[in-house]
């Protein structure tokens, strides 16, 4: 994970335990996508800056993502 250019984060709490989620998190230079919980959200935005939040629900971000990702629009399954 500390080579990609951007991550998408998709129902996962955040827990100060799990050090080795944290540290390539911080390493991410480009845009992390979240999808959950504002709580959760802005604990993982505190660890990187980078954080967007997309929504609280993979239904409700979908689309966003896929925009967001620069993925082409069409048949995508949801």
Request: aromatic share 10%.
């Amino acid at each position: 994970m500390s080579n990609c250019d951007r991550a998408v984060i998709i129902g996962v709490s955040y827990n100060p335990n799990d050090r080795h989620i944290l540290e390539a998190v911080q390493r991410v230079s480009g845009p992390l996508l979240y999808v959950g919980g504002k709580e959760d959200f802005e604990k993982w935005r505190a660890t990187n800056n980078k954080f967007e939040h997309a929504a609280e629900t993979f239904e409700k971000g979908f689309a966003f993502l896929i925009k967001r990702l620069g993925l082409p629009e069409g048949n995508h399954p949801t």
